[in-house]
């Protein structure tokens, strides 16, 4: 297992049953390590899509003049889905958890991983 | 130490959610024209408020309406009884709807003037102004359809253009919609960006054809009040929008 595979799985770990999908993806959408649990969540079809939202989210941001992109969340009647850039922006973490996640550990989780994840991806 | 003040520097809005944000156990006493109202503070909430014989909810709605006169604000003294439960920021809300029925009600000439929807519109321009209030940090709100066309925004920064807040993050939520529909993921209720400088939160109406946005500065905000105070003043939108 590799260096960034160890830590999506302790990410997995610290979110027990709310956890459902978490991928480090290229901005090409193509994952580079990670996956879901569910069989109704598709994370390859997630990563490409995510990373077309989170283009457009740079996008948008830059046009609005409101700064570079932290992350985003998306709320649904199932699912927390929260995306964000890692590094220098080349890559993005997506992470879908049910709504009965507590939110706020879920990003303060994010937070903790996300410097080490960058620094986990193969050169 | 007691703190006074004017109302028409600090409005009654404003002191009850410090206090309550702050979690403090205090007295506010305040006064305008031959009336006199004392509100006590307690763990985050409006625990109890008297004017005259009336006591409970109600006086705080009316101490809202209060716009001129003083305040004086006694900390450390509790509350001798407990007459209200609801969360301080309901009591907001539903103060704050009050005061639109009353503002906005038009009289018969006035009736005749304005069309139901013009009417409508100056309802949610009132509600936005309102939300200005509670949320920390705020710069700017709007009720925008998803055409990117907005109904209703307000501003309170220059900074912020709100026509291309609406603009850009409908395309964003468009985006957002398709992937979450094409995923199964469920039904989209909100889709927060959070940026270096800002916090642009995008809380849909149960219709889903409008949204209504909030953009408050990262440094002050508070997440957690802006997604509450998002989430009802989607509901009073909804309830406010024009047929």
Request: net charge negative.
């Amino acid at each position: 297992m590799t260096r960034l595979e160890q830590l999506l799985q302790e990410v997995r770990t610290a979110l027990g049953g709310d956890f459902i999908s978490t991928d480090v993806v290229g901005m090409d959408g193509i994952s580079i390590a990670g996956g879901s649990i569910s069989p109704d969540f598709d994370s390859t079809e997630a990563s490409a899509r995510f990373a077309m939202v989170m283009k457009l989210a740079a996008q948008v941001s830059n046009k609005i003049g409101i700064g570079a992109v932290d992350d985003l969340l998306v709320t649904t009647d199932k699912t927390f889905i929260l995306t964000r850039f890692l590094g220098d922006g080349t890559y993005y973490w997506g992470l879908a958890v049910s709504r009965n996640a507590v939110l706020g550990a879920v990003r303060v989780l994010m937070n903790e991983y996300a410097d080490q994840l960058w620094e986990a991806i193969p050169r | 130490m007691s703190v006074q003040g004017n109302l028409e520097d600090i409005t009654v809005a404003d002191l009850i959610q410090q206090n309550c944000q702050a979690r403090k156990t205090a007295r506010l006493v305040v006064r305008t024209g031959d009336k006199e109202a004392t509100l006590f503070f307690a763990e985050g909430h409006v625990a109890h408020a008297a004017l005259g014989d009336l006591q409970g909810e109600e006086v705080v709605y009316e101490v809202l309406e209060w716009t001129r006169g003083q305040f004086e604000l006694e900390p450390g003294i509790a509350a001798p009884l407990t007459t209200i439960q609801r969360p301080w920021t309901g009591l907001l809300l539903e103060g704050a709807r009050r005061i639109d029925e009353k503002r906005y009600q038009p009289s018969n000439e006035a009736s005749e003037l304005l069309t139901h929807s013009e009417v409508k519109e100056m309802e949610l321009d009132g509600i936005l102004k309102e939300a200005a209030d509670q949320v920390n940090g705020f710069l700017a709100a709007s009720v925008v359809g998803m055409d990117g066309i907005p109904l209703s925004q307000f501003t309170r920064s220059k900074k912020v253009d709100i026509e291309s807040v609406d603009a850009q993050m409908t395309l964003l939520i468009k985006l957002v919609s398709t992937s979450v529909d094409k995923l199964g993921a469920g039904v989209i209720e909100d889709v927060l960006l959070t940026t270096e400088s800002a916090y642009v939160l995008a809380h849909f109406l149960e219709n889903h054809e409008f949204y209504v946005i909030i953009v408050a500065d990262h440094r002050n905000a508070n997440l957690g009040n802006m997604r509450l105070i998002s989430r009802l003043l989607t509901e009073r939108v909804a309830k406010a929008m024009p047929k």
